[in-house]
Nanobody
């Protein structure tokens, strides 16, 4: 059974940094794309960042310049480095993956991703 397992969330002060990780188990074939989404209380899940085959990266405007997504293809693992964290970054962060080729626009939407992690909580205090 394929699973995505996130780690690295926690409590951090505004201006601080976190590195989230998402490891794949049960699959060795490289994903076409892996991404990060987040959901704050009372809000819809939103796109954060994605990395596709060829290492093309895509970021939400809200995190551009503060976030870096990367992947280790050998480990089928994706990372999200977040710097300059703000209280509005507080959310549950979800890892997602797909083996299907997606357009740049589709990469930023949640529906095309077929696999999801359980989420990791990030709390940023002011």
């Amino acid at each position: 059974q394929v699973q995505l397992v996130e780690s690295g969330g926690g409590l951090v002060q505004a201006g601080g940094s976190l590195r989230l990780s998402c490891a794949t188990s049960g699959r060795t074939t490289r994903w076409f794309a892996m991404g990060w989404f987040r959901q704050a209380p009372g809000k819809e899940r939103e796109f954060v960042a994605a990395i596709a085959i060829g290492d093309s990266t895509h970021y939400a405007d809200s995190v551009k310049g503060r976030a870096t997504i990367s992947r280790d293809n050998a480990l089928n693992t994706v990372y999200l480095q977040m710097n300059g964290l703000k209280p509005e970054d507080t959310a549950v962060y979800y890892c997602a993956a797909t083996s299907n080729p997606l357009s740049r626009v589709a990469l930023t939407t949640s529906r095309p991703y077929g696999y999801w992690g359980q989420g990791t909580q990030v709390n940023v205090s002011s």
